[in-house]
């Protein structure tokens, strides 16, 4: 029994030991996040984007759920103007951030790089979600009429194409039947003048057969009556 109470206090002792070393451990890389995002921050003020980038992707290396992080490494790709990097990382910070003001920010530059990135339908959805999260926003509800205007076009256009598309398939089919005919056409002009031709030959072989008969009775007529010498 003694050797029981023994051993589970030794288990105890190495899981609290572990425990808290693992807390250090959790605090430290939040340390060093955070140090990291202060590095990124500053060459961000100076307009090392790249750079800038580099400090917050080490941030969220030692913190993945560092939503400050994760929106200020988006900013800094948008900057250098990898548009469809960014967004994934606007995507982590609205799922990450627990206040509304930050998912909102997230939504909305989210939409700036989908518009970037000419995917309307993103960018639309994107600012949407903003005002849902700060509807006094009217930057976002610009930005979300200009999106949806140039979604309404966008589909516009892809109407008008595959219309045009339609417009040349009947062309085609057209331009085919007309040849179709022609062809036709040909060929029975073709047989035409073959008939006729094979007629005309026939008429004057007919012609000349009958003129041979004639000119072989008239001689047959005249060898009958030549005088008997």
């Not at 425990?19 to 939040?30: L, N, P, R, S």
């Not at 008008?160 to 040849?179: G, Y």
Request: aromatic fraction near 6%; charge should be positive.
């Amino acid at each position: 029994m003694k050797k029981l109470k023994y051993l589970l206090i030794i288990f105890l002792m190495l899981f609290s030991s572990n425990e808290i070393a693992a807390q250090k451990d959790t605090i430290a890389q939040q340390r060093t996040a955070r140090k990291m995002l202060r590095q990124g921050n500053e060459l961000y003020q100076k307009e090392q984007f790249t750079d800038a980038s580099v400090a917050y992707q080490k941030a969220l290396g030692s913190n993945s759920n560092y939503d400050k992080a994760s929106y200020n490494l988006g900013n800094a790709l948008y900057k250098n103007k990898n548009y469809k990097e960014a967004i994934p990382q606007y995507e982590l910070t609205a799922k990450t951030a627990t206040d509304k003001a930050v998912k909102a920010e997230a939504f909305h530059n989210m939409g700036n790089s989908m518009m970037e990135s000419k995917n309307y339908q993103g960018a639309v959805d994107a600012f949407k979600s903003a005002l849902r999260n700060n509807p006094a926003d009217d930057e976002t509800r610009y930005n979300l009429a200009v999106a949806q205007q140039l979604l309404d076009k966008e589909k516009q256009d892809k109407k008008d194409d595959k219309n045009k598309d339609k417009d040349k398939t009947k062309i085609r089919r057209i331009k085919k039947i007309r040849t179709i005919r022609t062809k036709i056409k040909k060929t029975r002009i073709k047989r035409r003048k073959t008939i006729r031709t094979k007629t005309v030959k026939g008429i004057k072989t007919r012609i000349k057969n009958k003129t041979l008969k004639k000119i072989k009775r008239k001689n047959h007529k005249n060898q009958n009556h030549n005088p008997v010498k």
